[in-house]
């Protein structure tokens, strides 16, 4: 009799635990959507791609959608993507999706991220709640340098 008592525990055991590793892993994380007509404009980014000395050469392209908000003041909703440790940042990453996320983006129907540059002065504290960006946006054709493609300058928390 114990011992069909300690088989019929470690079954209800074993159901529970299966039960909440459903729970964890069976479902996509939630999260608030962020497309706007600005991140739509920011999803037409191409790139020309050619090759020399055996390497493979991305070159961004913007057409004529995104050059239209080129150096022009855009508020851009998403979540904050760190570049540095700390818990204050002046330089970011901002994505329409959550940092457990983020390997999606700039893949489908998912824009690439956008490299954030605040006012002189400015930090924004790390959270993993969506926040608001204003600021200039400038497109960016020289990454050799590191940086994105796409920035925004003497940005602003909101």
Same mark, same amino acid.
């Given at each position: 009799m114990k011992k069909l008592i300690i088989i019929a525990f470690m079954a209800i055991g074993i159901y529970g635990a299966h039960a909440q590793q459903d729970?964890?892993?069976g479902? #996509?994380?939630d999260h /608030?959507?962020?497309m706007n007509d600005t991140w739509e404009k920011i999803n037409t980014l191409m790139y020309k791609v050619t090759h020399?000395?055996?390497q493979t050469i991305y /070159?961004?392209?913007f057409p004529d959608e995104l050059k239209a908000i080129d150096k022009k003041t855009v508020t851009l909703p998403g979540y904050l993507v760190p570049m540095n440790g700390g818990r204050d940042h002046e330089t970011f990453m901002?994505? #329409?999706l959550p940092i457990m996320q983020c390997m999606f983006c700039g893949q489908g129907e998912v824009p690439p991220m956008v490299e954030i540059f605040m006012k002189k002065g400015k930090k924004v504290r790390f959270t993993?709640?969506?926040i608001k960006i204003k600021? /200039? #946006?400038h497109l960016n054709s020289n990454t050799q340098e590191g940086n994105a493609e796409i920035q925004i300058l003497d940005a602003e928390l909101i």
């Amino acid at each position: 009799m114990k011992k069909l008592i300690i088989i019929a525990f470690m079954a209800i055991g074993i159901y529970g635990a299966h039960a909440q590793q459903d729970e964890l892993f069976g479902q #996509v994380p939630d999260h /608030t959507p962020m497309m706007n007509d600005t991140w739509e404009k920011i999803n037409t980014l191409m790139y020309k791609v050619t090759h020399k000395d055996n390497q493979t050469i991305y /070159t961004p392209h913007f057409p004529d959608e995104l050059k239209a908000i080129d150096k022009k003041t855009v508020t851009l909703p998403g979540y904050l993507v760190p570049m540095n440790g700390g818990r204050d940042h002046e330089t970011f990453m901002l994505s #329409v999706l959550p940092i457990m996320q983020c390997m999606f983006c700039g893949q489908g129907e998912v824009p690439p991220m956008v490299e954030i540059f605040m006012k002189k002065g400015k930090k924004v504290r790390f959270t993993e709640e969506p926040i608001k960006i204003k600021g /200039t #946006v400038h497109l960016n054709s020289n990454t050799q340098e590191g940086n994105a493609e796409i920035q925004i300058l003497d940005a602003e928390l909101i």
